[in-house]
């Protein structure tokens, strides 16, 4: 069985402040991918990034990393220079054969 | 890459009722799913709805509650028989797209069942 685990259930940061967002997942199988999404009020899934299990390359995109970490079995995301605009719902998924388990999902605050 | 539409975007419906909701893909695709996110929730997966024979439910969800059908490799439809209060949800469909292992979601149906 896949599990996806968020431990932060909301985290409130300033303007301008770094911030990661934790994800930790647990599979049998060697073939998998891991997403990150935002959801913003309006309710849509927004895709940030995709990961495959083979490749554990960290990623940046723009203020946006991630951290990918095989041996501990964590996806980490990290927000540099936070917004408001990025005051959001952040899901993880670890997705097999198709099908996504979703973590409980991180609800973030940029305050100004 | 793979653009979905859902209709109807959002419903108002009554207890008791049933609502089939539409799934079109611009594409062909082999993999389409469909998810629930009850209010404040996660979300979570329904159904692998399957080209030219039944779908396959995760546990917790019955044919007889979310009938699916999948006539050809595009379009897709859930239908939530016997709605009530719980049933109030985003419905999402998925595709997945085995060639480039890359997930796309529709814009959700957003139903409330009064």
Redesign the interface.
């Known amino acids: 069985a896949q599990k996806v685990t968020q431990a932060q259930t909301e985290i409130s940061v300033v303007e301008k402040e770094d911030v990661t967002l934790d994800c930790v997942y647990e599979t049998r199988d060697t073939t998998y ?1 891991l ?1 990150w999404y935002k959801q913003p009020p309006s ?3 927004v ?1 940030l990034i ?1 990961r ?1 299990s083979f490749d554990e390359q960290n990623e940046i995109s723009g203020r946006y990393s991630w951290n990918f970490q095989k041996s501990t079995s964590s996806f980490n995301f990290t927000i540099t220079a936070s917004q408001v605009v990025d005051s959001a719902v952040y ?1 993880c ?1 670890l ?1 097999h054969a ?8 991180t609800t973030l605050t940029v305050k100004p | 890459s793979a653009v979905i539409s859902q209709k109807p975007s959002r419903d108002i419906c009554q207890r008791g009722t049933s609502l089939t909701i539409q799934c079109q893909v611009d594409s062909q695709v082999t ?1 389409m ?1 469909w ?1 629930r996110q009850q209010p404040g ?5 329904i159904a ?1 709805a399957n080209q030219g024979s039944e779908a396959t439910y995760e546990s917790g969800f019955v044919i007889d509650k979310f009938p699916i059908s999948r006539p050809n490799l595009t379009f897709s439809t859930l239908t939530v028989s016997n709605m009530s209060p719980e049933d109030s949800s ?1 419905y ?1 469909c ?1 595709v ?1 797209t ?1 060639d480039s ?5 529709g ?2 149906t ?1 139903l409330t069942v009064t």
């Open positions: 991918y997403f309710g849509e899934l895709f995709r495959n899901f998924a997705n198709g099908k996504s388990t979703f973590g409980d999902g | 993999m799913f998810y929730q996660s979300l979570t997966l692998t985003i999402l998925s997945w085995a292992y890359e997930q796309y979601f814009p959700g957003r």
